[in-house]
């Protein structure tokens, strides 16, 4: 079944816009094997107030706003949601005008499937992919972002907000963004080292835009939210936001641990000031729990910081939401600290957002990686898959055994892929973490300083968050 968003106007076919947007449903499905990953945020979203998942994606797909805005009037636009390769590719092949794809390495495989069915057809794409991997269809034109789009797609403004009328009526967590870029240096990352901030108008433009949506919280896209200097636009925001949506609850904000703690740096502000403006979920770049892993990432913070984010946290009642990255090799053997650090702070710990360790294609040109394994495979570019060739088979194991007790502890239910089933559940997903909480507890403080070994053993889950 495919789904069409939005309508085709009457005006010439070379003005239609056709925006394709594999569903979710279909990446998860087959040799993606992560349906687990989308049933475990189903699960655990039932207790975050305010937080949405649409049936096709994770949160509203933000590169179709951004291009709808450009286009404004010019252009007939319309949505177009993959479910099914062939089906799709059949209905495209009738649709006038021009398709538009925004590619990454867990939608690649689909996409290639659909360009090669549809010869014919005008193909403009973006994405984190390796645009040499589309340069054998003559039909496709790769840019490297959408900026580039008034040259192929004549009266389109790369100033204008993003448009939001295409998925009018979605319960969703729309995006604002009130500054691009990031100071740090993290090896990981592809996101420029530069703080740019749009005009005010534009933010207001951007809040405006989401009025035809249904929502409760907002998303601020912000990388490390606190870098930019207008970062305290927020409450002014929310008040104008509820003047015509009294159900919004407020935002969520991305940043990293000594920005949260504060780090002495008061034009940071830090989660207190936060929380005042209206913030009420933070997500953490925790990444690794490992003192090594982290450094070796070029993280910014220590675990002083995230200790002092998490007790500021508890008593401000602020959840927190950290974002993990698996599969780094200098955590195999580790992941016990994983488990354990999620346990002692899981009375704030809604949910937690897991990725596995991938060499994004573009990366190397804004970061330095010294301590990251070369991709030698697609699934190594991947930050949904869980195969990498610097894990071996019973590494691989040991992480994902992890990621199901962490899955665990913030659910109290069983989340793991079918592909490795048989292995993984031999043993129960609460003796995973007890035997982890027990290694930890035993094992020197000084290479495990993150968990607090005077604190009694709390029962491992009995719904009582």
Known sequence: MTEFLGNISSVPQETNLTFVQVSDSLMMSGDADAKWVDDYYAKVYENMPGYRKPEHYMELPLWIPVISGMAGNRYGQQVHVVTDVETSAQELADTPGT????????????????????????????????????????????????????????????????????????????????????????EFCMVPRQIKTPPEDQIWEQVESFKPLGFELVYLDDKTFGQAPNWQMIGVIRDEIRKYNPDFKGFIVQTTANVAAGDGRKQDGDIEAFKELGVQYTEIGVESVNPAT????????????????????????????????????????????????????????????????????????????????????????????????????????????????????????????????????????????????????????????????????????????
């Not at 590619?103 to 996409?111: D, G, K, L, P, V």
């Not at 900026?147 to 100033?159: I, Q, T």
């Not at 031999?426 to 993150?450: C, K």
């Open 99 to 186: 398709l538009l794809f925004s590619t990454i390495e867990s939608n690649a495989s689909h996409t290639r499937g659909l360009v090669e069915r549809l010869p014919h057809k005008r193909i403009i794409m973006g994405g984190h992919v390796n645009p040499k991997d589309f340069t054998q269809y003559p039909n496709v034109t790769f840019l490297g972002s959408p900026a580039e789009l008034p040259e192929h797609l004549p009266g389109l403004d790369p100033s204008a907000t993003p448009d939001n009328k295409l998925f009018e009526g979605q319960e969703v967590i729309p995006r604002l963004t009130l500054g691009s870029g990031c100071l740090f240096a993290c």
């Open 294 to 465: 982290f450094q070796a990432m070029v993280k910014p913070y220590h675990l002083k910081h995230l200790q002092t984010v998490m007790e500021k946290a508890r008593d401000l009642g602020m959840p927190i939401i950290p974002n993990f990255i698996f599969g780094h090799p200098l955590d195999v053997g580790k992941y016990d600290n994983f488990m354990a650090w999620t346990e002692e702070h899981r009375d704030i710990i809604p949910a937690v957002n897991v990725n596995f360790l991938s060499v994004l294609y573009g990366a190397v040109q804004l970061r330095k990686q010294r301590n990251l394994p070369e991709a030698q495979g697609v699934t190594d570019l991947d930050q949904n898959a869980y195969q990498k060739s610097w894990l071996t088979e019973a590494d691989t194991l040991e992480m994902l055994q992890a990621v199901r007790g962490v899955y665990h502890t913030t659910s109290g239910e069983d989340f793991y892929p079918n592909t490795y089933a048989e292995a993984l559940t031999q043993v129960s997903a609460e003796d995973i973490v007890a035997g982890a909480l027990r290694r930890v507890r035993d094992t020197d403080p000084a290479t495990t300083p993150m968990l607090d070994r005077s604190a009694p053993v709390r029962p491992l889950w009995h719904g009582d968050r």
